[in-house]
């Protein structure tokens, strides 16, 4: 029988030092997330989503408890797996864009289908399309200093898609938007998602979280 389930967080606990003390992070995090989902999370600074964030993304490693992506428990794979799939199973979209300013949106876009060793012939038509499903097709030969905010975002998206991950992981996504560029990011991303994209999204904007399929808290490193 084949899962339908790309994630399973079993008791994930985290802990950082601080001075002579240890700080709980994550608390006994349980989460599961099914293809097709649109989770938002929400929480106030020092909750613990930005470190949930990077323990979903092999950015971080827990403590203790199970990972489960794709029904693997991620504890067996060595930290060049771990990077492999991060590399070509996640998508990642950050508030800051983290574009090339030198480069344009389409050779942004195609980045990691060269690390990734895509032929150029291959490269330019996911190119081409990930750039039209965030409706950006006339502005792929500008630079992201010619582009908005909400577009440079949108690029982002497109890169992030390009490899189409298993799911696409947005950290505040709109932080660093305003209020039009903003619902249009969101638009986006629901487009992505009714055509199939599981998306995790943390954001300070509960407004926002209210629009995607599912909303939990996250407070003292424990999921509501």
């Known amino acids: 029988m084949i899962s ?21 992070a994550l608390n006994d995090i349980n989460l599961t997330v099914n293809k097709g989902d649109f989770l938002a999370i929400t929480g106030a600074s020092g909750s613990g989503k930005s470190t949930l964030m990077n323990i979903l993304g092999f950015l971080d490693i827990q403590d203790s408890g199970d990972y489960l992506f794709l029904g693997e428990n991620c504890k067996k794979y060595s930290d060049a797996e771990l990077s492999n799939i991060r590399g070509r199973k996640i998508g990642f979209v950050f508030q800051s864009f ?16 060269i690390y990734n060793h895509i032929s150029k012939k291959m490269r330019k038509n996911i190119c081409e399309e990930a750039l039209e499903k965030v409706g950006l097709t006339e502005r792929g030969n500008h630079k992201p200093n010619q582009l908005s905010g909400g577009q440079k975002q949108r690029v982002a998206i497109a890169r992030a898609m390009a490899l189409s991950p298993s799911i696409l992981l947005a950290d505040e996504p709109t932080g660093n938007l305003d209020p039009i560029s903003s619902e249009d990011v969101l638009n986006n991303l629901i487009k992505l998602n ?13 407004a926002l979280a209210k629009k995607a399929k599912r909303h939990l808290q996250i407070q003292n490193g424990r999921i509501f």
């Open 4 to 24: 339908n389930t790309v994630i399973e967080l079993k008791n994930i606990n985290k802990t950082y030092p601080l001075g002579r003390e240890n700080i709980s």
């Open 98 to 113: 983290h574009l090339l300013p030198n480069l344009t949106a389409r050779q942004n876009v195609e980045l990691p289908l």
């Open 194 to 206: 009714n055509d199939g994209t599981t998306i995790i999204m943390i954001t300070h904007d509960k």
